[in-house]
């Protein structure tokens, strides 16, 4: 029985591929999106595989720029790090795949969309959530979720009818990437004892095979984003870009963590982050040199909500659009040079500067020309310890003894002091 057009959120990957078939054999016309972020694979073979299968019509979009400007600059410029760890490689983009699919779905009169999502996974409820906070009549199909094959099963499924995958199962990893990073699963990977072979990685080098020489680099920003590198000024998708092949080389940007996902468990991640590793890091140096200590400490707490919120498909809710009113403007005073260290894996900070710095050297220093007033520092004492002295005073233990709560022998001080 025909049930008309369906818009699939297509990968080019195990699970969408088959569910091109799947779906057709519901009875629907299969229209394929692949949004272009900045993934590592040929999206026109991607295309290409997709009518083979028997989709109807594919499309390919080049959203790069709209990606970094619309959804990953302003999760940079809130140091947007799910669980303080995860700078939210998938996540970003999926408001971004929501967008277009129900863009698409109206362009194609589509009765409905459907992701390659499993049951298990956060990417379900943020790709459902977005794109009916967009259309709210639209329904979402999960084949995924709904047909219960294991990885294998889908494996031989993809032999039987002749869907060319790139998957073996002597290569079981699944994965997701873009421009803002790569996550990685499956396989070894879902032992957290196991440590992850070399071969899950693409973007970053092993770091004991990194060079022997140091790197450094300098990037500059300008109100919380980055502008330049190496004082060459650049569009935020090359800068990425090509800080993720310098970083990389030197094997930055890994991440191991076990994570708790929105679904309700724990589980193993892995990603490869070397763009964003090393900018979040140089930002949050540079804005501890510019922003106020208040404005620090709240901005912190706020951080954390702004990477849940996108973590859990919240991303076009008024809460998020409100915190980007407040970090934009936070933002304004973030601008100078950082210069980073990579070596082996890691990167330092080891250089700033800003023409909006709140270091003042010579209140700083402890040399000549220190120019901060010593003799103040008795009057804000007194001051700032009153209220635990006063409150001492009124609440000590008993009349007479000290309220530090120090049992002294006074017998035994007194002898003390006569020897």
Same mark, same amino acid.
């Given at each position: ?14 699970d ?10 519901q ?20 295309? /290409? ?15 790069? /720029? ?19 760890? *995860? ?35 956060q ?20 084949? %995924? ?22 998957v ?20 070894p ?8 072979p ?13 060079? /022997? ?13 980055? %502008? ?7 569009d ?22 076990? /994570? ?10 892995? *990603? ?8 979040l ?86 040399s000549? =020309? ?8 008795? =009057? ?18 008993k ?5 530090c =709560? ?5 017998e ?6 006569? =020897?």
């Open positions: 029985m025909y049930k008309g057009k369906v818009v699939l959120a297509y990968s080019g990957g195990l969408t591929s088959v569910a091109i078939k799947w779906l057709m054999d009875g629907y016309d299969v229209v394929t999106f692949t949004a272009d972020v900045g993934q590592t694979v040929d999206l026109e073979a991607c295309k /290409e595989r997709a009518l083979l299968i028997g989709a109807c019509n594919a499309y390919v979009m080049d959203l790069k /720029e709209e990606f970094v400007h619309d959804f990953v600059w302003p999760a940079l410029k809130a140091n947007a790090m799910y669980q303080g760890t *995860y700078p939210l490689t998938s996540a970003l983009s999926r408001p971004l795949i929501s967008k277009y699919l129900a863009k698409i779905a109206e362009i194609e009169g589509a009765v409905a969309v459907a992701h390659g999502c499993t049951g298990k996974g990417d379900q409820v943020r790709i459902e959530v977005c794109t009916r906070a967009l259309k709210p009549d639209l329904k979402v199909l999960a084949p %995924v979720r709904d047909w219960h094959f294991s990885r294998d099963d889908e494996i031989d499924y993809a032999k039987e009818h002749g869907i060319p995958i790139p073996t199962k002597k290569s079981p990893y699944s994965i997701d990437d873009n421009l803002w990073g790569r996550a990685i699963e499956c396989g990977l879902e032992d957290p004892w196991t440590e992850p070399s071969d899950a990685f693409t973007l970053t080098v092993d770091p004991w095979k990194a060079p /022997e020489d140091v790197k450094y680099i300098e990037i500059t920003f300008k109100e919380g984003l980055p %502008v330049a590198l190496d004082g060459e000024e650049m935020g998708v090359t800068l990425i870009a090509k800080l993720n092949d310098i970083a990389g080389k030197y094997g930055v940007g890994r991440i191991d963590m076990i /994570e708790d996902r929105l679904v309700g468990f724990k589980s193993r991640e892995v *990603y490869e982050c070397p763009a964003p590793v090393v900018l890091q140089a930002k949050k140096a540079l804005e501890k040199m510019t922003l106020a200590k208040d404005l620090l400490a709240v901005k912190a707490d706020l951080e954390l909500k702004y990477a849940e919120l996108a973590y859990v498909g919240y991303w076009f809710s008024p809460l998020r659009e409100a915190l980007d009113a407040f970090f934009n403007d936070a933002q304004k005073v973030v601008n100078g040079v950082v210069r980073v260290r990579l070596y082996k894996g890691q990167s330092v900070v080891v250089g700033l500067k800003s023409p909006n710095s709140l270091y003042v050297n010579d209140l700083a220093t402890y000549a =020309g220190d120019s901060f007033d010593h003799s103040s520092a008795v =009057g804000f004492i007194n001051i700032w310890g009153l209220p635990i002295v006063t409150w001492k005073q009124v609440h000590g233990s009349k007479g003894e000290c309220t =709560g120090a049992n002294v022998d006074k035994a001080v007194g002898s003390s002091q006569k =020897g």
